[in-house]
């Protein structure tokens, strides 16, 4: 499935209202929705305009410089993730709440400011909670924070970095055996597991079947299965499937909603902190700069992949 991806090509089916119409009379048909006809001829023009918005921004993005790259990709990622959300909920939106970014960040920044212990709360409404509720069907709690280091260590594509910079991996990489799954034996240790323990603990938390053959821990990979809630992410750019070696509660984040969380504050910081924004992108000081700018490359093209997957799950 992730091979199969195309960049904005795969996308090109969804430009034709007539496609879109009858792709989510399908998925109301499948969430058990009323009058999914009438829903889905009501809905194909928003879900489709969602979409173009969507690319536009992004590929303004791909253009823009670097001070601008966060605003275009942030709201690109926003109309993308509405489309996704008006497959699943054919109302939306329904209230002005659900209108709002849902979740905030500190306004002002201190001295002495670090990119990587800054932090974004969630908030009780808008679109942060929602997306999660609609399409993950998780709670986030109103309050609770996460730091933007938390954050750049559940992107695959950033292990090298991180490697670089602080002298350790993020994730294993999966290895492929005979069209099979295999976890190095490695991550036994760092989960401070048996292999049964180990074995059960996936079997749960990815809904693929592992089985221990003498290869060490093998599986195959259910294609549906790590398109949201899975500790097990793709990485875009080795096109190889990875597995974080922290096994902490933000194990299994979405990694649409890392994307969302990072930009949503990247986008913050490039139009209110002017001076901190431009010292950054002119004097590259610290490590803010190779990860912020590495993710910014990554983002322009694992968001609308990570989209892409959610809309063919």
Not at 160 to 174: A, C, M, N, Q, R
């Amino acid at each position: 499935m992730a091979a199969d991806y195309k960049g904005w090509k795969s996308y090109a089916s969804f430009f034709s209202a007539e496609y879109c119409q009858l792709y989510l009379k399908n998925n109301y048909r499948k969430w058990n929705i009323e009058n999914p006809e009438q829903k889905s001829y009501e809905n194909c023009y928003a879900f489709l305009y969602y979409l173009e918005h969507g690319q536009i921004y992004y590929q303004q993005a791909d253009n823009a410089p670097l001070i601008l790259k966060p605003i275009l990709l942030f709201y690109g990622l926003v109309h993308l993730i509405k489309a996704c959300i008006l497959t699943v909920d054919p109302a939306y939106p329904e209230t002005t709440s659900v209108l709002a970014h849902g979740v905030s960040t500190r306004k002002r920044k201190k001295q002495n400011y670090q990119f990587f212990q800054d932090e974004v709360k969630f908030q009780k409404n808008g679109l942060f909670p929602f997306m999660s509720e609609k399409m993950f069907h998780m709670k986030q709690l109103e309050g609770d924070k996460i730091t933007m280091e938390e954050l750049l260590q559940l992107i695959p594509e950033l292990d090298d970095l991180f490697v670089v910079h602080e002298g350790k991996s993020t994730f294993t990489p999966i290895y492929t055996h005979h069209g099979q799954m295999v976890l190095p034996e490695k991550i036994l240790d760092h989960y401070h597991m048996t292999e049964e323990r180990m074995r059960e603990f996936l079997t749960t938390k990815s809904g693929n079947q592992i089985e221990f053959t003498s290869e060490g821990l093998t599986f195959q990979i259910n294609k549906g299965s790590f398109t949201g809630i899975s500790p097990i992410k793709f990485n875009l750019e080795s096109s190889s499937y990875v597995l974080p070696l922290k096994k902490d509660n933000l194990f299994l984040f979405p990694e649409l909603m890392v994307h969302y969380l990072l930009l949503y504050n990247l986008s913050m910081i490039a139009r209110y902190e002017t001076e901190w924004w431009s010292e950054l992108t002119k004097m590259m000081p610290n490590r803010d700069y190779p990860f912020i700018k590495s993710f910014l490359e990554i983002t322009l093209e694992k968001g609308p992949f990570l989209v892409y997957e959610y809309l063919m799950g």
